[in-house]
C-alpha cells in the first residue's frame, strides 16, 4: 500500500544550523503537506505543495515537491529554538476522498540553544 | 477565525467508563477527521466524514469505539467500553471541500485507568 518515508528520524542540531529532511514514497502524489506538532498540541499546516518541481517558502521554510512527485523536502534556514518539533510530510491516498490523507511517521528535532 | 475546537482536553477515567470525546470543525468545512495517536503506532486515521457521512471507518479499532457527526458544526468519538490501551491522544480535523489540507484541532489526551 501507499507509505510515505520519512528521514531522518530525529535531528539534534545547534541553533543557527539549517536544517533539510526528506519524505520518499514509492507512490506518486499530486500534493504534499507538511506539518509541525509542538508538545501537547496538534498539528499545524506549514506548507502545502500541488506542482511537480514546486518550490515554495514560508519564512525560514522552504519546502519543494520533487520533479519525479515521488519526493519532497522540507528546509529549516536558521534555526532557532522554536523550532523544536516532530515534523510530518503528508499527502492524499490514491483512490481515497478528498482529504484523506497519509501520514509519514515523523521527523523530530531538537534545537541546542 | 477559531480552529478546530475539541473537548475535553484532558480525560482520565477507569476502565469499563464510557468516554465521549467531542469536536466543533471548523464553519464551512466539509469533511471531519478523528485520529489517534500514540508513541507506538504514529498517527492513525479511524474514521471520517464527508457532509455529516462516515465515508470510511476502517480504522476505528473495534465495535467499543463509534463516531457521530448529527449536523455539520458536532461530531463525537464514544468508546464504551474503554480500557487502558486506549490511552493516546485524540485529535479531530477539519478540511474544507475541494482541497486535501487538513486542519487539526488541539487533541484530546485520554488516560484509561
Known amino acids: 500500500g501507499q507509505q510515505l518515508n520519512q528521514s531522518p528520524q530525529s535531528m539534534f542540531i545547534q541553533e543557527g544550523e539549517d536544517v533539510s529532511m526528506n519524505c520518499t514514497s514509492s507512490s506518486i502524489f499530486n500534493t504534499w503537506l507538511w506539518y509541525k506538532q509542538e508538545p501537547g498540541e496538534g498539528p499545524v499546516l506549514l506548507i502545502a505543495l500541488y506542482k511537480a518541481g514546486e518550490l515554495t517558502s514560508n519564512g525560514r521554510l522552504t519546502a519543494q515537491f520533487g520533479i519525479t512527485r515521488k519526493d519532497s523536502f522540507l528546509n529549516i534556514s536558521a534555526s532557532i529554538p522554536s523550532d523544536v518539533g516532530i515534523y510530518f510530510c503528508a499527502g492524499p491516498l490514491y483512490g481515497g476522498s478528498q482529504g484523506n490523507l497519509i501520514f509519514g511517521k515523523g521527523t523530530k528535532l531538537s534545537v541546542k540553544p | 477565525d477559531a480552529g478546530v475546537i475539541q473537548s475535553p482536553r484532558h480525560e482520565v477515567t477507569e476502565m469499563g467508563q464510557e468516554v465521549t470525546l467531542r469536536c466543533k470543525p471548523i464553519s464551512g468545512h466539509n469533511s471531519l477527521f478523528w485520529y489517534r495517536q500514540t508513541m507506538m503506532r504514529g498517527l492513525e486515521l479511524l474514521i471520517y466524514f464527508n457532509n455529516n457521512v462516515p465515508i470510511d471507518d476502517s480504522g476505528m479499532p473495534e465495535d467499543r469505539f463509534s463516531a457521530k457527526m448529527p449536523n455539520a458544526s458536532f461530531s463525537t468519538l464514544k468508546i464504551q467500553p474503554s480500557e487502558p490501551r486506549d490511552s493516546a491522544v485524540y485529535f479531530c480535523?477539519?478540511?474544507?471541500?475541494?482541497?486535501?489540507?487538513?486542519?487539526f484541532g488541539p487533541g484530546t489526551r485520554l488516560t484509561v485507568l
Open positions: 480535523a477539519s478540511s474544507p471541500r475541494g482541497y486535501n489540507e487538513q486542519f
